[in-house]
């Protein structure tokens, strides 16, 4: 089945810079990719969705890049302010079947004011 | 936008008691799922549903059993709890076409 490898597992960035956040998956098959973000006590929050026909989505200030060719999947959050501090997780369709999900295992996103 | 509800939010338990944690999803989805989530681990898949009557294991079912009595709700249960099932748990929904997963708040469950 997939596997996600997502990194850095921390990172903290000064209020206006951008922040970047990397997946590598192994299923060269894998259809759909998601990016999640989870605030403190809450559940997660689904922030985009793309699917593998796609290079490149914008949405509100993130940019998803899909790299097929080297099976790599990033979140570029650009002009980051503090309300983006979170913990943001990548996942991919399970292509074993069973409408599953792999996840990375998180990246803990703090912006300095 | 969907609609996830889990309770309890807050759970304290004892060693070898029964816990039950329940899930409610109002946006007709098919498919639920319980995680557990823990430092270092991520998210791992318990136990899954593709309907009513229907339960899967995932890829951490030991020590846990669901159920699926209606579309609505998927339950969690831990017949016999341990310590080691201190943890955060989630339930989602889901079954689009594009396996889009919504979650519910979570449960903090702690045994002692």
């Known amino acids: ?113 | 936008e969907a609609a996830v509800t889990q309770s309890p939010r807050n759970k304290v338990a004892v060693t070898g008691g029964k816990v039950t944690l329940s899930c409610n999803q109002t946006n007709n989805h098919n498919n639920m799922y319980w995680y557990r989530q823990d430092t270092g681990h991520g998210l791992r898949l318990i136990h899954y549903s593709y309907g009513a009557g229907s339960t899967e294991k995932g890829d951490i079912p030991d020590g846990y059993k669901a159920s699926r009595p209606s579309q609505e709700n998927f339950s969690l249960i831990l017949e016999l709890a341990t310590p080691s099932q201190t943890s955060v748990y989630f339930c989602a929904s889901g079954g689009g076409g594009a396996l889009e997963q919504y979650f519910g708040p979570g449960t903090r469950l702690t045994v002692l």
């Open chain 1, 1 to 113: 089945g997939e596997q996600v490898e997502q990194r850095p597992p921390h990172l903290s960035v000064p209020e206006g810079d951008s922040a970047v956040i990397i997946c590598t998956y192994t299923d060269s098959a894998t259809a759909y990719f998601y990016w999640y973000k989870q605030e403190p006590g809450a559940g997660l929050q689904l922030l985009m969705s793309v699917f593998s026909n796609v290079d490149r989505k914008e949405e509100q200030g993130l940019t998803v890049l899909l790299n097929k060719k080297d099976k790599q999947l990033s979140l570029n959050l650009t002009a980051a302010h503090p309300g983006d501090s979170a913990v943001y997780f990548c996942a991919a369709e399970n292509t074993g079947g069973a409408d599953r999900l792999t996840f990375g295992k998180g990246t803990q996103l703090i912006i300095q004011p």
